[in-house]
Nanobody, 121 residues
Framework: QVQLAESGGGLVQAGGGLRLSCVAS????????LGWFRQAPGKEREFVAS????????YYGDSVKGRFTISRDNAKNMVYLEMNTLKPEDTAVYYC??????????????WGLGTQVTVSS
């Protein structure tokens, strides 16, 4: 079982940045693919970014490419999402997800409770 806890959300003006963090309670953290999803009110959940267990491969959703960066620190059981040039349409609850293995699925087995990001115009 893996427990995930996100932090770092908040209110930011358009054009600004935030760094989200997610800590995992997993004894074999280095064997999990990790990622971020988001869900805005009235919208479906959207894939944001994922990262392979060794950190060498990352994938991004089209709407965040070039603005967001995912990274991980296996020594600290942490995954991060650096968000730059934020737009009001980035406003959502951001969720951390994890799957055992090399690839994060569209519906990860393990989820955090989410952290709210609000971007004002």
């Amino acid at each position: 079982q893996v427990q995930l806890a996100e932090s770092g959300g908040g209110l930011v003006q358009a054009g600004g940045g935030l760094r989200l963090s997610c800590v995992a309670s997993a004894s074999a953290f280095m064997h999990y693919a990790l990622g971020w999803f988001r869900q805005a009110p009235g919208k479906e959940r959207e894939f944001v970014a994922s990262i392979a267990p060794n950190g060498r491969i990352q994938y991004y959703g089209d709407s965040v490419k070039g603005r967001f960066t995912i990274s991980r620190d296996n020594a600290k059981n942490m995954v991060y999402l650096e968000m730059n040039t934020l737009k009001p349409e980035d406003t959502a609850v951001y969720y951390c997800g994890a799957d055992w293995g090399s690839t994060l699925t569209d519906n990860p087995r393990f989820w955090g409770l989410g952290t709210q990001v609000t971007v004002s115009s």
